[in-house]
């Protein structure tokens, strides 16, 4: 997958691969609210979570037909007022005349400076819970929240999940605020009208319009990609804000913006929020069940070598020794196709499918073995960090040997575990998922030793197979086709 250009919709504009909370794009400085000497240190001891008054979350609206038009004053009118500014202070050490811009401190000196972000978030509820996007809040030493009637509130961060980007505020002594009414980003449909109210450049309460462009896009976030794309105008400073749609209910949390794009944003649809705010809330993070396997799309020619009539699922490269998924009987070449019967049809559904999850939950898995439909359970465990597996030791190589042949690749004998060293890829190669560095381990399960063997398990191919090898790249174990070209 091609890696896109993308910025987090913060004030302070990074290049998003991924994480955002300072940049070169900050909020205008005319438009900024000076801290409060009160404002608090955003340390987790800081937090007495006994004190914090139980979530009133409202339940979302049951689904009705979209009209043809509606009145977009009134709905801004409605909404805006649960909608929030967000300024975040940042203490650092710049030595004097550094050239970073939107820097606060002593006139010609150096040492300690503040920098200042903007972002959005939207209240949930009327006791002063706001949501806003992680990033925005990352760094922060001190964040201020106004509301559109001016008010200004000193936050405490509440809860961080830095996989969603999510995070949850608390205003310090507030009460019977307005608060939004979340509705279901599952019911959401391409094309409906939605509204974006923000901070766009430290222009508080900015209100634009779209549709819902797209649904389910991955755009290289993380493990949990799944982004509603909307052409609404989403600019720095939007980050955190809400997606709302004609009812005036919250269907997304406007995170990224393709900067080389026109009108093109995204926003965490709002049942990813809804299934770890609770969290958020109660343990000041998110605890996720881990299924212990690394996996991978299928391709066409993927799909081909393994015999399957479509590319849905995913493909288990790697299972983690002793973990949830090993104990269920999966294997590597197993083809995941549900979660708790719910269908797989793209592999990057599968880990947020295992993480509305906890950990030592029982989850119901269907997958394909040579070609059979079978069922089984797991019993995940806890998911602790993104390293699935422990780093392999890597096998030295003999010098360089060419190995010419109609593939276009250049191997040779890979030491240690044995195996094949892919050294060099030629342009003209028919191997499209092959890179250089790339180990070759097996071919269609056949142990691979050496080069000799490899070109027999080539050579002895039938002209228009499609052979699945299993590679070890970098510290993880993959699959790969293997066409062999049709004799001419």
């Known amino acids: 997958m091609s ?13 998003f691969a991924p994480g955002c909370a300072g940049g070169n794009a900050p909020a205008q400085p005319t438009h900024l609210t000076k801290t409060s000497p009160d404002a608090v240190v955003l340390n987790d001891q800081d937090v007495d979570r006994r004190d914090l008054p139980p979530l009133k979350v409202s339940a979302p609206l049951p689904p009705a037909p979209v009209p043809a038009t509606f009145d977009v004053a009134d709905l801004s009118e409605k909404v805006k007022p649960t909608v929030v500014n967000i300024t975040t202070t940042e203490k650092v050490s710049l030595p004097a005349g550094h050239p970073l811009e939107f820097f606060r401190g002593p006139e010609g000196g150096g040492g300690p400076r503040e920098r200042v972000g903007a972002g959005t978030g939207f209240i949930i509820d009327p006791s002063g819970y706001v949501i806003t996007n992680e990033h925005v809040v990352a760094d922060a030493d001190e964040v201020q929240v106004r509301l559109v009637d001016e008010r200004q509130f000193t936050a405490v961060v509440v809860g ?3 996989k969603l980007d999510l995070a949850l505020l608390k205003l310090k002594d507030a009460k019977d605020l307005p608060a939004v009414q979340l509705g279901s980003s599952g019911q959401l449909r391409i094309g409906e009208h939605v509204l974006a109210v923000g901070n766009p450049f430290g222009l508080g309460h900015t209100v634009t319009l779209g549709i819902v462009s797209a649904k389910s896009r991955t755009i290289g976030a993380g493990l ?6 909307t052409d609404a105008s989403i600019n720095p400073g939007n980050s955190g804000g809400p997606l709302f749609n004609w009812r005036g ?6 995170t990224a913006i393709r900067p080389d794009a026109n009108n093109i944003g995204f926003a965490i649809p709002v049942d990813a929020l809804k299934d770890v705010l609770q969290q958020l809330r109660d343990k000041g993070h998110v605890v996720r069940g881990k299924l212990g396997l690394v996996f991978q799309p299928i391709s066409s020619d993927l799909a081909s070598a393994l015999k399957l009539t479509s590319q ?11 973990g949830a998924a090993a ?20 592999a990057e559904e599968l880990p947020r499918n295992v993480a509305k999850n906890a950990p030592g939950a029982s989850v119901k898995l269907g ?3 040579d070609g059979k439909r079978l069922d089984g359970k797991a019993t995940l465990d806890t998911l602790e960090d993104d390293s699935l597996l422990p780093r392999p030791p890597k096998g030295r190589v003999t010098p360089r040997t060419p190995s010419n042949n109609q593939l276009g690749i250049q191997v040779s004998n890979a030491k240690g575990e044995g195996g094949v060293r892919v050294d060099g890829v030629l342009p003209s190669s028919v191997l499209r998922e092959i890179r250089a560095g790339d180990v070759i381990t097996e071919v269609d399960s056949t142990p691979t030793k050496d080069v000799d063997q490899l070109e027999k398990q080539l050579t002895s191919a039938k002209p228009g ?24």
């Open 160 to 162: 961080r999940d830095p």
């Open 312 to 322: 849905k699922g995913a493909l288990v490269s790697q299972v983690e020794v002793g």
């Open 224 to 229: 949990y990609d799944d982004f509603i794309q």
């Open 3 to 15: 890696r896109m250009s993308l910025v987090l919709a913060g004030s302070l504009v990074l290049v």
């Open 327 to 346: 104990r269920a009987g999966l294997k590597a070449g197993d083809v995941i196709i549900a979660v708790n019967d719910v269908e797989i049809a793209h």
């Open 367 to 369: 997958y394909l073995r």
């Open 249 to 254: 209910e919250v269907v997304g949390i406007n």
């Open 465 to 488: 197979k499609v052979l699945l090898a299993k590679v070890r790249r970098g510290d993880t174990t993959r699959f790969v086709p293997i066409p062999i070209p049709k004799k001419n």
